[in-house]
């Protein structure tokens, strides 16, 4: 790098030592010095004002191989002519003279330009059409090469021969700059503390700002199509009077993701072939104590109109850290904030990554990001519910919904939610809905007449097929291709049917 430093400094004095000489330069290149230094140093020099250039460019020509094999051996069609005597010789014979490559080319070039023919016969013969030629190409190629002017016809020739290719040659025009000097003086490009107590900012010379340059172009700053299908079913959410709950902690207890659900301890869900449980910190006692004693007893005896499930409950499997299976963990712990609080209707919804240990193809990976609805009311029915539906998914463009009965350890009745899919013209599954049991929403303190309606659906599913995206290790993960990050398209659900 010292090396490369000293030159760009020896050529700049070079030019400066030359313009303080003969006051103007008419043409960089008889300076003898390597034409990008030059460059590189007229620039630095013209931004210090110590001298004023003027670029220009001449349409020049580049010479390849076989061109300048032509300089000094003569033209393909040239050295043709010459090795065919006045009585004729054999195509064959000619051919392994010249060899095959100068051959083919020279004698197609001389028989276009009438120099010579072919006699056929028992053995072909190459014969002269005149007596002597002017190797007019070769004439062309040297002036080329000098920087000599060529007509642009002949030029053109040349090229559709492929032996020469456009080379633009630059050089500068130079004379002395207002701040010429022998010297390059470095420019301050700020007012320190120590200029103004010394008082040498008075004699320094600053470098002017450039208010008209660009910044460097922002390398980050792209949204992932996740994100924006995720902004848009919020803004459908709010639309709707929702709230959105704090989903941020990743980690959960068991009792909060399974047993405040009415989910038995025995149920293959906490197993953990399904769970990814903790090892450190491997269990969390943070509950409250009344509420952990009658979801207890609940599950352990039943009550609220339910038998219970008749097992021995443990608080050894409820205190159990594991990472969230679904945002209903979440959606658990505001209902009993709300309970506790004072009831009053609420409207909550959640968009946030769950996990699950499942095994990882196409359209499955071990996690994911789930979008919940909770509405808690006094009075509310399956009916209600299935409103709520239509109006949702009405609003991201989706008007043909169908419901089938399913199975839920925490809400009765629970119903899966069906869609009909235009490009694959059949009924799909797209979530999951149901009233929440009175097992798990009485314990928390919540009145015996408010009822709990909820949904839930991934946000990936609706975010490939508004993508086109076949393989969801594509979308989400390690192996996404960044590229279609910074170039995926905007995305806008549609508000309502028909817009």
Not at 256 to 268: E, R, S
Not at 275 to 298: G, I
Request: charge should be neutral; hydrophobic fraction near 40%.
């Amino acid at each position: 790098i010292m090396a490369d430093d000293q030159a760009k400094l020896a050529v700049e004095s070079a030019v400066l030592n030359a313009l303080n000489t003969e006051g103007t330069i008419s043409d960089s290149r008889t300076l003898g010095l390597d034409a990008k230094l030059v460059a590189g140093a007229v620039r630095s020099l013209g931004s210090y004002e110590m001298v004023v250039a003027e670029e220009v460019t001449i349409n020049g020509w580049a010479l390849n191989d076989e061109a300048k094999s032509f300089l000094t051996a003569g033209s393909a069609e040239a050295r043709c002519f010459a090795a065919v005597p006045i009585g004729g010789i054999p195509l064959q014979t000619l051919k392994s003279t010249l060899g095959a490559a100068v051959a083919d080319v020279g004698f197609k070039q001389a028989m276009q330009q009438k120099w010579l023919a072919l006699e056929k016969g028992e053995v072909p013969m190459v014969v002269r059409k005149v007596e002597s030629v002017v190797d007019v190409v070769q004439q062309q190629l040297i002036a080329l090469e000098k920087g000599q002017e060529v007509p642009q016809s002949d030029v053109d020739k040349l090229k559709k021969r492929k032996l020469v290719s456009p080379s633009p040659t630059k050089y500068f025009k130079l004379e002395k700059g207002p701040k010429f000097a022998l010297e390059k003086v470095k420019l301050a490009t700020d007012l320190t503390q120590e200029m103004i107590l010394k008082g040498t900012w008075k004699q320094q010379q600053f470098k002017e700002y450039n208010f008209n340059a660009l910044g460097l172009p922002p390398s980050g700053g792209h949204l992932h199509p996740l994100l924006k299908v995720r902004k848009e079913f919020r803004e459908i959410f709010f639309s709707m009077g929702f709230e959105e709950m704090p989903t941020n902690n990743f980690v959960e207890s068991s009792f909060w993701n399974f047993d405040a659900l009415f989910q038995p301890q025995q149920h293959p869900a906490r197993d953990a072939h399904d769970t990814f449980f903790m090892t450190t910190p491997a269990t969390s006692d943070k509950f409250p104590s009344d509420y952990l004693e009658r979801v207890k007893a609940t599950h352990m005896h039943g009550g609220y109109g339910s038998i219970g499930y008749n097992y021995d409950w443990k608080i050894a499997e409820a205190q159990k850290n594991l990472m969230r299976t679904h945002t209903t963990a979440v959606s658990s712990r505001m209902l009993y904030k709300l309970a506790q609080e004072g009831f009053k209707p609420k409207k909550y919804f959640s968009i946030d990554r769950v996990f699950r240990n499942e095994a990882v193809d196409r359209t499955h990976l071990a996690e994911f990001h789930q979008i919940e609805g909770v509405i808690c009311d006094k009075g509310l029915t399956l009916s209600n519910l299935i409103g709520v539906l239509h109006e949702f998914f009405q609003r991201i463009g989706i008007t043909q919904l169908r419901f089938k009965p399913a199975f839920n350890p925490y809400t009765e009745p629970s119903m899966e939610i069906f869609s009909f899919h235009p490009k694959l013209k059949k009924w799909v599954e797209i979530g999951n809905s149901g009233m929440f049991r009175p097992e798990m929403m009485e314990p928390m303190g919540m009145p015996a007449d408010v009822s709990v309606i909820a949904w839930g659906l991934s946000l990936e599913r609706p975010t490939m097929i508004l993508y086109d995206v076949d393989n969801i290790r594509d979308l989400f993960g390690h192996k996404v291709n960044l590229s279609m990050v910074k170039s995926n398209p905007v995305c806008r659900l549609q508000l309502a049917s028909g817009e």
